[in-house]
């Protein structure tokens, strides 16, 4: 039962530490959202299990035959709200939506993947530093947890701190990080344009070697031997 004052881990490890696949899966999320390098692992194991509790409410009010009305009608709606309200789920979404969410889609609503997102931080961990230090509130409450999930309804309060030097928009700082948007925004619209040319013109290379391959085909008349059809 254990102590009531202590309460028990809600993360769940994986059922078997070796296995590569999954070793190989958690080391690029970790790389992709800037995990820690260090317990980053652990940070993923959170996010699947709260993932699988949502999943597992979510089948619970789907297989049950009187959903329609009811309680049971209550809890899918406050369900779907809920995953709205935390940016899982669209506007609109229905109880079969909730199964469709992933690993990715929990990590995405951390505070520091939204910081990176919003153009607050140049890298994933550039996000979780600032976070730490508290450069990063929301509203007036300086946030130090890069793990916190952020709300819908938060995101537009999300701000530098007022005690960050970063608040300043000529700190180089912030003059460096938007020359890098702009930068990377140019390359962005080049690698289009180029690879736009690179597709037509590897298609008229396509096209002149099926051409070319067709002339080069032997013709009926050819493949007839020599003293016609006896």
């Given at each position: ?7 028990r881990?809600?993360t769940q490890?994986?059922?078997h ?9 958690e ?10 390098r260090v317990?980053?692992?652990?940070e ?5 299990s ?5 999943r ?8 049950r035959?009187d959903?329609?009305?009811?309680h ?5 709606t ?6 709205v309200r935390k ?6 979404s229905?109880?079969?939506d909730?199964?469709q ?8 609503r ?5 910081v990176y997102y ?18 990063i509130s ?7 947890v890069?793990?916190?999930?952020i709300?819908r ?6 701000q530098?701190?007022?005690?960050s030097?970063?608040?300043?928009d000529?700190h180089?700082?912030?003059v ?9 925004q ?11 040319v690179r597709?037509?013109?590897?298609n008229d290379?396509f ?5 070319a391959?067709?002339?080069k085909?032997?013709t ?11």
């Open positions: 039962m254990g102590h009531p004052k202590f309460a881990p809600k490890t994986p059922a530490p070796w296995k590569a696949a999954r070793i190989e899966e080391h690029a999320l970790k790389e992709q959202f800037g995990l820690k317990g980053g692992m652990r993923i194991w959170r996010e699947k709260a993932l699988r509790r949502h597992n409410q979510a089948m619970k009010l789907i297989g035959v959903s329609s009305e009811g049971f009608a209550r809890e899918k406050d369900l779907v709200t809920a995953m940016g899982l789920l669209a506007e609109g229905s109880i079969d909730v199964l969410i992933t690993v990715e889609h929990m990590l995405s951390r505070l520091q993947s939204v919003r153009g607050l931080a140049p890298s994933m961990r550039a996000a979780r530093n600032m976070i730490v230090h508290g450069h929301i509203g007036e409450q300086r946030m130090t890069p793990g916190y999930k709300l309804a938060e995101e537009d309060n999300l530098y701190s007022a005690t030097p970063y608040l300043n000529n180089p700082f912030r460096e990080m938007e020359q890098l948007r702009i930068t990377r140019s390359e962005d619209e080049e690698i289009e344009e180029v690879g736009g597709a037509t013109t590897d290379e096209v002149q070697q099926i051409k391959e067709a002339e085909a032997p009926v008349e050819d493949t007839i031997p020599e003293g016609g059809d006896e």
